[in-house]
């Protein structure tokens, strides 16, 4: 598939909260928007360093949401959405652990909670599948996992020179 953005290119992003402003104000409907299949996002990626230091570098990929975990990975990724509950315990705590941080990650103090075995926890963000155009070379969601919705900067409205 040939890229949606080129090298240089410039972007206009809509974040989540103008996109919500719009939906309420102008469509009349009071639901958050969640990004949707198709759209294009930029996003943070984050990168843990010694001594709980994290960078976020930014990408820009393709929300897939109805996505074929065969088609895409040769591991099943669990996708959750705000509000599903999961049993952390020890045959599944190294797959959920990196989910879990993600979703527990406090922007304002800049580090990740402790998640322990043996308990429920419930997600407070969606999260998304996200796919990069060049699915043959493209660093995505299917090497680092869904992405929660508190990681994405925006939607990416237009693009010019």
């Known amino acids: ?16 909260g103008v996109l919500n402003a719009y939906y309420n104000l102008i469509k009349n409907d009071n639901s ?8 294009v996002v930029v996003f943070g990626m984050p990168t843990v360093f010694e001594k709980g230091i994290v960078k976020f570098t930014k990408m820009i990929k393709r929300v897939e ?14 996708v959750p959405q705000k509000g599903d509950s ?7 705590y190294e797959e959920l652990k990196t989910l879990i941080l993600y979703d527990r990650y406090n922007m304002v ?16 963000n969606n999260f998304y599948f ?3 155009d060049n699915v043959e070379s493209s ?4 090497e680092y996992g869904p992405i929660p919705e508190a990681f994405i900067y925006g939607k990416i409205l237009y693009s010019f020179n």
């Open 32 to 39: 958050n928007y969640t990004y949707r299949d198709g759209d």
């Open 86 to 92: 999961v049993s952390v315990n020890e045959n599944n």
């Open 139 to 142: 660093m995505d969601s299917r």
């Open 1 to 16: 598939m040939a890229p949606t953005l080129n090298n240089g290119e410039f972007v206009i992003i809509l974040n989540q």
């Open 130 to 132: 996200l796919i990069g």
């Open 65 to 78: 949401k109805n996505f074929n975990n065969q088609l895409f990975s040769n591991k099943y990724w669990l």
């Open 109 to 124: 103090s800049k580090k990740f909670s402790e998640i322990k075995e043996n308990q429920t926890y419930r997600f407070d």
